[in-house]
């Protein structure tokens, strides 16, 4: 009984200091067979959101098989009536340009790296697209895309 008890304490407090109080949305859209097609855009809905937060990050999840130090976004935010208010081309840099190594966070061969977007605070964005913009077909080595908003 003590040990499982013992494992219990573990695990709540693993869980307690994994949560994040900041983060008030994240997503991630999976990608088909890890390859971004030029056509296919990548949508988030932040109607539930009430023009809160303060940081909003662009993510992407990729592997070690992804073909360049970095990936062109487009960034197109839309109003509740699907206006662009916003649109943003954002370079993403993944691998570190001396020593080739994956930057951001990761396990195994997947990594996940995010950066930041210039969001005006006074747009009410509800709807996000996003598209790749490396003038590439396919963009392999793309596991998911993922938008988070910070207080």
Not at 69 to 93: C, H, P, R, W
Request: with cysteine; proline share 3%.
């Amino acid at each position: 009984m003590t040990k499982m008890r013992s494992w219990l304490v573990l695990f709540s407090v693993i869980g307690l200091f994994s949560c994040d109080g900041n983060r008030l949305y994240e997503d991630f859209q999976p990608v088909a067979d890890q390859s971004w097609a030029q056509t296919d855009t990548v949508t988030f809905d932040l109607s539930t959101l009430k023009n809160e937060g303060t940081e909003h990050l662009l993510g992407l999840r990729f592997t070690d098989e992804y073909p360049f130090t970095n990936a062109y976004m487009k960034f197109i935010g839309k109003d509740s009536l699907g206006q662009v208010i916003q649109e943003q081309l954002v370079n993403v840099i993944l691998f570190d340009p001396k020593s080739g190594k994956p930057l951001g966070k990761g396990f195994g061969n997947t990594h996940t790296t995010y950066d930041t977007l210039q969001f005006r605070p006074e747009a009410e964005i509800k709807t996000i697209h996003v598209l790749q913009y490396m003038r590439e077909k396919e963009l392999e080595g793309v596991e998911a895309i993922g938008y988070k908003v910070l207080k």
